[in-house]
């Protein structure tokens, strides 16, 4: 039995912008096992931002295979991909993507619903992930109460809820200075060593660096794969 929570093979996703067509991914193929910690890098027009958009299940390939948790998702239609997406995937953004007018438990609260979760248990886990996000004390808050770093906290407890198969995370330290950017890659170290799955798209080595193995693409094809020797909060106990 595999421990693959994906399984790539052979990827391939092209645009016609013209008369051109675009190759954005060529064939890529790789595997994420269960509790992996991945940086995908790449300068701009590698692919990195389509295979971000594959494996959250937010576009289909024009060819190749994506199995997500033993599901096929690579043949799915968009209702079966927003119900995978629902389930399966944590999204963090750079830019948060939070409702200013609601409270940071409601935010939170938001993929609960749409699983169809009752109001009880959705208030219950929405307080559980914020408390285990370190926001246990601002539940009631409105997102511009708080300040940038505590909103990408919130946004990685919206993504955390549904206790996802991965968490996918683009640039989280993007819109951040870079004293809050530590502390929320410390939360990274902290998920990652509790058992998740993480999966980070990053321009920034220092960034990279956090995970324990970078995947680097040019021109829609693997250029590396390797493994981080010395990941850079490896050694550090957390508090």
Known sequence: MSNAVIQISELKREYQMGETIVRALAGVSFEVDRNEYIAIMGPSGSGKSTLMNMIGCLDTP???????????????????????????????????????????????????????????????????????????????????????????????????????????????????????????????????????TIILVTHENEIADHARRIIRLRDGLIESDTTVEQPALADKELV
């Open 62 to 196: 024009t060819a190749g295979e994506y199995i997500l948790n033993n599901n096929r998702v690579s043949e799915m239609d968009d209702a079966e991909l927003a119900e995978v997406r629902n389930r399966e995937i944590g999204f963090v953004f750079q830019t948060f993507n939070l409702l200013p007018r609601t409270s940071c438990l409601a935010n939170v609260e938001l993929p609960l619903i749409y699983a169809g979760v009752k109001s009880s248990e959705r208030r219950e886990r929405a307080i559980e992930v914020l408390t285990k996000v370190g926001l246990g004390d601002r539940v009631d808050h409105k997102p511009n109460e708080l300040s940038g770093g505590q909103r990408q906290r919130v946004a990685i407890a919206r993504a955390l809820v549904n206790n996802p198969s991965i968490l996918l995370a683009d640039e989280p330290t993007g819109n951040l200075d870079s004293k809050t950017g530590v502390e929320i890659m410390y939360l990274f170290e902290e998920l990652y060593r509790q058992g998740n």
